[in-house]
Nanobody, 125 residues
Framework: QVQLVESGGGLVQAGGSLRLSCAPS????????MGWFRQAPGKEREFVAAISWSGGSTYYADSVKGRFTISNAKNTWYLQMNSLKPEDTAVYYC????????????????????WGQGTQVTVSS
């Protein structure tokens, strides 16, 4: 069952930019903490970025700090990806916490209850 829908992935050259979007499918999804994860071939799914339910706090993996920005507006969550590198190539997943979960736990898959099916990002060298 798809509860979140990611879009905006594609093929870009190193140094380029993409903006991923995450939107609810079939229900209201306001007031939730949201995160982005990614999974490259042969690797475990890893944390990329997260934003608190209020939008007041953001969190990033060291590998993307200074290059990626997570934000929300108009009930849609975004991941702006700049200065992309080949190692950013992965399937990117949007994840949402349960309504009312205001904990500061953002870094693990088990912190999230709702997931999209992913969007492919490929960065060529």
């Amino acid at each position: 069952q798809v509860q979140l829908v990611e879009s905006g992935g594609g093929l870009v050259q190193a140094g380029g930019s993409l903006r991923l979007s995450c939107a609810p499918s079939g229900r209201t999804f306001s007031g939730r903490s949201m995160g982005w994860f990614r999974q490259a071939p042969g690797k475990e799914r890893e944390f990329v970025a997260a934003i608190s339910w209020s939008g007041g706090s953001t969190y990033y993996a060291d590998s993307v700090k200074g290059r990626f920005t997570i934000s929300n507006a108009k009930n849609t969550w975004y991941l702006q990806m700049n200065s992309l590198k080949p190692e950013d190539t992965a399937v990117y997943y949007c994840a949402g916490k349960r309504l009312g979960d205001y904990s500061g736990n953002y870094y693990y898959q088990d912190d999230y209850a709702y997931w999209g099916q992913g969007t492919q990002v490929t960065v060529s060298s």
